[in-house]
């Protein structure tokens, strides 16, 4: 049997090779963030647990302006367009980051008093936020290149190393520090592990492209991606802005509440951002031979599979908060399915995204992530002060399902620009899978009581699923074909 799933497994082609390891590898780098969490949350006050977490939402909100995301959607593009000079490619984007940092820092040190503030930090957690964020764009860049090139296994084996460093050193460290040092050495601790790998894939950038500057690589990377800071800046506000101005409103340990309940609520995104990443290449080349039936069942089928792990997911909430949580943690659990529902939304955004992106139409996809940031802070400054920290749940849901609506209408905009019209994704059966969703998810809290039901309808569930297999076959079936 072992030889026969073995020889199954080296007939497979490499795309859904490679897309079954990028979700592996999506899956040690966020599970082991993600089981880091629940020792922090035991070894740090929900005080110094709120400041940590908004220590870490600075550092997703200013990777927008120190990388420049080049190693996002223009990347993928860019390893088309250069094809024979990817390596000096790789090494020249890096090059924008290192100068974007540098910058940033200049213009906080000018005005630390007045940014220590804003951020709530102290001023040399400030200073360590320009320390990682120096280093960082070595190692995505080079990341996404084995995405696009399908070399899971390099990537693999990183993703292990890192993952394991990033978990037992500041664990480690804060287990051994004494109370009052605890928030400083995890800060410290996860800066050192973070600059030593990335410093160390930016030298080897260097290295095998062997260029700093090359100005076609540059006016082609910033004119593609300056446009879409607001889009990449709204993303990081959705999902990071909300836990600082709890922390600003309503104190540093409500911000640690619901900081611990969002990321345990967006482990969901685990499994769907590696299903993203491995479906853009399978989208890009169904988009070019317009091969639009397979790009609607393709994303019907893991829309489904999305919302069946957001379902699920809310199903155990109650259980999974008291197995990594203190008491203090307990009041969020009814915050988890509400954050859930934003993963499915995420999701369906970027199936979106993904046709915007194709066709370069970059001001589209600005427009639509821009609106639902701006939305997102002007209700969490109203209705948190109102209705505290949970407010900003339900905020961030309706946000996304806006952002979504919004990426929905523009997409159908460029598919009337580019293909005669086309309708890439079917649109009602869309409709009809999100309102279900969203449905069973908030009647599931009404069962929250009553474990029994729950675990009921999850073991009938599962019984579905197992008969029902061949969508999940069928799912396998359409990757495979694709080219």
């Given amino acids: 049997m072992v030889q026969k799933i073995a020889n199954k497994y080296k007939s497979l ?34 005080d110094q647990y709120g400041i940590y977490s908004v220590f870490l939402s600075w550092i997703s909100i200013f990777t927008i302006f120190t990388t420049l995301n080049l190693h996002a959607g223009v990347y993928n593009n860019a390893m088309l367009k250069y094809k024979d000079n990817r390596d000096e490619y790789t090494a020249a984007s890096q090059s924008i980051s290192i100068i974007a940092t540098f910058i940033c820092a200049v213009v906080y040190l000018s005005f630390s008093d ?35 090139e399908y070399k899971y296994i390099a990537l693999f084996v990183s993703t292990l190393a890192f993952s394991v460093f990033y978990m037992v050193i500041p664990i480690t460290a804060v287990y051994i520090a004494p109370n ?3 928030l400083s050495i995890a800060i410290f601790a996860g800066v050192a592990v973070q600059s030593t790998f990335g410093g160390i894939f930016l030298i080897y950038n ?32 959705l999902g990071q802005a909300d836990r600082v101005m709890i922390k600003n409103i309503t104190g540093a340990a409500k911000a640690g509440i619901y900081s611990f309940t969002y990321n345990i609520s967006m482990v969901i995104n685990i499994v769907t951002g590696s299903i993203n990443n491995a479906l853009v290449p399978y989208e890009y080349s169904k988009l070019k031979g317009r091969d639009f039936k397979a790009l609607k069942s393709i994303a019907n089928i893991t829309l489904i599979l999305v919302g069946g792990m957001v379902l ?18 307990y009041e969020a659990v009814y915050l988890v399915p509400v954050i859930a529902l934003s993963s499915y939304f995420t999701f369906l955004y970027n199936l979106c995204g993904n046709v915007e992106f194709f066709f370069e139409e970059n001001k589209f996809i600005t427009v639509a992530s821009s609106i639902g940031a701006v939305m997102n802070i002007i209700l969490n400054w109203c209705l948190i002060p109102v209705f505290g ?28 620009k580019y293909l005669n019209g086309a309708k890439v994704y079917d649109g009602k059966v869309i409709l009809a899978l999100s ?37 999940l076959f069928q799912l396998l079936k359409t990757v495979k074909e694709g080219k």
């Fill in 435 to 471: 309102v279900l969703f969203v449905v069973l998810s908030f009647g599931m809290m009404l069962l929250y009581d009553y474990w029994f039901i729950r675990y009921i309808l999850i073991a009938v569930t599962m019984i579905i699923l197992f008969y029902k297999r061949q969508m």
């Fill in 312 to 329: 699920a997911f809310s199903a155990i909430a109650p259980e999974f908060i008291k197995i990594f949580a203190t008491e203090e943690y």
């Fill in 13 to 46: 082609p490499i795309q859904l090779k490679a897309t079954v390891w990028f979700i592996v590898c999506q899956a040690v780098q966020s599970g082991c963030k993600f089981f880091t969490m629940p020792f922090l949350v035991r070894l740090l006050t929900p």
């Fill in 180 to 182: 009052e040092a605890r």
């Fill in 206 to 237: 260097y290295i095998k492209g062997k260029c700093f500057y090359q100005k076609e690589y540059w006016k082609y990377a910033l004119g593609f991606n300056i446009p879409l800071i607001p889009h990449y800046l709204s993303g990081i506000v």
């Fill in 389 to 416: 920290y949970f407010a900003a749940g339900y905020t961030t849901l309706f946000c996304y399902i806006m952002f979504a609506l919004a990426h929905y209408g523009f997409m159908r905009l460029v598919c009337r």
């Fill in 114 to 148: 007045f940014w220590d503030t804003l951020f709530g930090l102290e001023p040399q957690y400030s200073i360590l936020i320009f320390v990682q964020l120096l280093f960082t764009e070595g190692y995505l860049l080079w990341s996404s290149r084995q995405r696009y």
